[in-house]
């Protein structure tokens, strides 16, 4: 979509339904100081509007909040930004069609009655508002299954024209009174001072919610650098140039003089507007604002429904939520299964929960607070380096996202302490999710996230990490080899490596001579870090002195809070594979990679990777993290591989080759082919295909301190072929 298109999305959302359902609750709270409650509003929701544009034009990529979460913060907590924001918007969606059924009776309702000459009883069932809208919210599905933006501006721009007209009408009304009049109907401006502005506020800050979701879609918008920031401005803008002009007319010429918008919103707020336009254009008025909110109800609920479907796509492409929800329909690019499932939900809460008004008021929470928790993550985004060189800044930096934040979190506050009921929905609505994720999703979307960190180390620094990859040196042979891995594990201007040596103490000391271990150490870290820096990569040296080596590099380890450890293996003899090695990976906290590699292997070499498997282990997310580097830096043949038995079951192996095909695309998406095949001799045919690649990667066991780590599987591969080979463990 371009400019309009976007634009569209925003006005679609914040324009006419907020100000009809709440301008009655303002004016109530505050009198004609509703009109410095929606100003106010209206700089809270521009400030904060300037910190969305900046981050999605970032990250000009669909989901919003969830997006920004997943680039600065875990996946984790991604998670929970995206399973809350989808929610609001699901509830937001539902108040709209609910809104637009509401309404629909009642300009039904007295033309029925006209033809008639009875009232409609069945107009007044809640089954008829269901009904209602159920029908509407189906229309936009095949709406937005047919084009990826789904149409309905007609919607959008309709209202804003009723609005204009409604706008025109009191205007022209102001004409017969005289500037005293006119004065007099806004006195007292505050008939309950600044406790009723900051409760008008509280109540009405959601009227102008909407701009945000023009960062849901802003993977659709072209030039997003451009025209992200125009359209969320211009729709404030509109928003703003509507709702002002409006509210002073309808506290004005909307009241006969010499009563009180505050008396007539107190009696019925949720009519007050319609009654102030009838009272200055009659029946015409009436009717005017009874069809803009209909139109506004129908293009809110589009927006919403396009804003939820794509933060429930975004959350899929990264395993968050089922990853069928990722698929497109083609040619049109929509998608189909997100909008069935966001819809099909909103149609479910229309049909089995009777009263939505505290999940409305959990909508409205939650948007508070992610927009609070987005200045925030500006904030600590721009500190990382991550908006450097984004299109657009958010001017007065700091203080914009300092002040914007504290307001909304205010907003939230109050919203929590007026309605107690929104925060327990929320709440719920979190717990759910928190047990969907851990027991379904956690596994494969920690996967994806990890190979996600290793196509874009930046990831890795928006998050504030540096991970730091010990690696153990004792043959300079084997140097360049194993800085070549570590700065994979670790990339560089992202992450450290530390290459180890370790001087066993002299048993015998002669002042003034050169101890042979030290010697040694000196002659193994000069050579290693002159062929580190021969093939352009710069690790740091440290040399420590203990009488037990393995001993030593646990310590070194557990003191610098490494991230990997990285141990060469130059014979695979039973000395070597033995206690000591077990019990070292055993007792360090970090993931553990050992490399057997004859002399001269380098890793930037790689073409064919062979990845042998057993299923999914615990170890996934490491090794999708090398293979993400191993395709970061050059062009490389992926092929997953997995034995069973000759005898396997048809439906056994028919479920294994989908489990594989499923690892191997989110490990290594788009560049991995999967092999099922039968032996019962797996060593051997893993051996029988290494030969034909440059490297093999293999799982050992989850590292713990009772369990043997080295099984006979992979030591056999591993000694009977003379492809380099990897064996990586996550951390116990």
Known sequence: MGLMGATGVGVGAIVGGGILALAGVAFAATGPGALAAFTLNGLIALVTALTFAEMATAF???????????????????????????????????????????????????????????????????????????????????????????????????????????????????????????????????????????????????????????????????????????????????????????????????????ESIVTASTERPEAVVAVAAHNYMGPLGYWLVVLAALLAMLSALRANILAASRVALAMARDRTLPVQLAELREPQGSPAAALLVTTGIVIAILLVVPDVAAAGAASSLIFLLTFALTHGLNLLTGKRGGTRDAPFKVPFSPF?????????????????????????????????????????????????????????????????????????????????????VANALAPPRVGRVLLHSVIQPPGEWIPGAV????????????????????????????????????????????????????????????????????????????????????????????????????GRGDHDALRARLLGSLLRTGEREIRYLRVLPANTARGVAERARHELVQLARDEAPGAAAADLVYSDDVAAEVARRAAECDLVVLGLQRISRRQKIFGEVSLRVARDTNTAVLMISRRG
């Open 60 to 258: 000009p990529e669909s989901g919003g909040v969830y997006a920004f979460s997943k680039k600065v913060l875990s996946v984790e907590a991604a998670f929970a930004f995206g399973w809350v924001v989808w929610f609001a918007s699901i509830m937001a969606a539902v108040l709209y069609a609910l809104g637009f059924a509401a309404y629909a009776v009642i300009a039904v309702e007295p033309l029925w009655t006209m033809i008639s000459g009875t009232a409609p009883a069945f107009l007044a069932r809640r089954s008829t508002l269901t009904a209602l809208a159920i029908a509407a919210t189906a229309c936009y599905l095949l709406a937005l299954v047919r084009r990826a933006t789904g149409g309905g501006e007609w919607a959008t721009w309709g209202k804003v024209f009723i609005f204009g007209a409604l706008i025109a009408g009191g205007c022209w009304a102001l004409l017969d009174r005289t500037a005293a009049e006119t004065s007099a109907q806004l006195q007292p401006f505050f008939p309950r001072g600044g406790i009723g502005l900051v409760e008008a506020m509280g109540y009405t800050f959601i009227a102008l919610q909407g701009f945000d979701l023009i960062a849901a879609v802003a993977g659709e918008v072209r030039k997003p650098g451009k025209n992200i920031p125009r359209a969320m401005l211009m729709s404030l803008g509109i928003a703003l140039a509507i709702y002002l002009p409006f509210l002073f007319i309808t506290a004005t010429v909307g009241v006969p003089t010499g």
């Open 400 to 484: 914009t996202q300092i002040g914007g934040g504290l307001a909304c979190f205010a907003l939230a506050v109050f919203q929590g302490i007026q309605v107690p009921a929104a925060g327990l929905v929320t709440a719920t609505w979190l717990g759910i999710g928190g047990f969907l994720f851990l027991s379904l999703f956690a596994r494969r979307a920690r996967v994806v996230d990890a190979s996600a960190e290793a196509l874009d180390p930046r990831l890795i620094r928006l998050r504030g990490r540096s991970p730091l990859v010990l690696v153990p040196i004792a043959n300079p042979a084997s140097a360049e080899a194993l800085v070549g």
């Open 515 to 614: 101890p042979a271990q030290l010697s040694d150490t000196q002659a193994v870290l000069r050579e290693a870090l002159s062929a580190s820096f021969a093939a352009g990569l710069a690790p740091e040296a440290l040399a420590t002195v203990a009488p037990i080596p393995w001993q030593e590099i646990v310590r070194v380890a557990q003191t610098h809070r490494c991230e990997a450890l990285l141990l060469g293996m130059g014979k695979l003899t039973d000395e070597f594979m033995g206690a000591d090695l077990e019990q070292l990976m055993s007792l360090v906290d970090c993931d553990v990679v050992l490399l057997r590699a004859q002399p001269g292997w380098r890793l930037s070499e790689v073409r064919r990777v062979l990845v042998a498997v057993g």
